[in-house]
């Protein structure tokens, strides 16, 4: 099993449509999360940490939960501008990040 | 403006030819890593520097090696590379606080390829 796992997607969505994603992580000891976004050929970039509290960016919403370990990510009224890879991240011990495969976005006009 | 910087952007060396590439942040971080980004894939963590403590995954060819002259630069030597080292490798930094990780910043990217 992955440490990280991801939808596998590809998402394909009429813009101004909600999607969500969701991400699942094996070790229950994981410290810290994280929602990245990949554009093509581009590095990635930070999108948003990710609380038990549940925390909300504008038209971004992420979720912990850490009895089920798993993450999501919620985009609503997507924009083209969205279309990209969406990575969840997971902090281990000292500072190891451990990505999922990522899950690719496309919002269609 | 603060930021995370690699150079090259793309570097195309021989098969077995030496390369280093190099990073700089002007975010006065105090984590640096290296991963390694192959097409389609997510990034692979390769080693990671915590002030000057020097952390290898267990996974990483002796191949790569790094070097953490200062808080501001890190470079990544490649001593031989193959054609299965052809990727994007990608530097990061992070803050630590208070013993929790507040998030990486990503360089651009240097594109190896080769030859």
């Known amino acids: 099993r992955k440490e990280v796992e991801q939808d596998p997607g590809p998402f394909n969505v009429p813009e101004g449509a909600t999607v969500a994603f969701n991400c699942t992580y094996s070790?229950?000891?994981?410290?810290?999360f994280f929602w990245y976004r990949q554009d093509c050929r581009k590095e990635p970039k930070l999108l948003m940490s990710v609380y038990s509290s549940g925390n909300e960016d504008g038209r971004f919403t992420a979720q912990l939960n850490r009895a089920s370990q798993y993450i999501s990510l919620l985009i609503r009224d997507s924009k083209l501008s969205d279309s990209a890879t969406y990575l969840c991240v997971v902090i281990q011990g000292a500072q190891k990040l451990v990505f999922g495969q990522g899950t690719r976005l496309t919002i269609n006009p | 403006d603060a930021m995370v910087i690699q150079n090259p952007r793309y570097q195309v060396t021989q098969f077995g030819k030496p390369v280093t590439l190099s990073c700089s942040q002007t975010?006065?971080?105090?984590?640096m890593y290296w991963y390694q980004q192959k097409s389609s894939q997510a990034p692979k963590l390769l080693f990671h520097?915590?002030?000057?403590?020097?952390?290898n995954e267990a996974d990483t060819p002796d191949n790569f090696q790094s070097r953490r002259p200062n808080t501001s630069f890190c470079f990544l030597d490649i001593r031989s590379p193959g054609l299965g080292d052809a990727a994007m490798y990608l530097c990061?930094?992070?803050?630590?606080?208070?013993?929790?990780?507040?998030?990486?910043?990503f360089g651009p990217g240097t594109r190896l390829t080769v030859l």
């Open positions: 975010l006065n971080h105090n984590v």
């Open positions: 070790n229950s000891a994981s410290q810290s």
């Open positions: 990061a930094t992070s803050r630590v606080g208070r013993g929790r990780e507040l998030g990486q910043f």
């Open positions: 520097y915590y002030d000057k403590d020097f952390n």
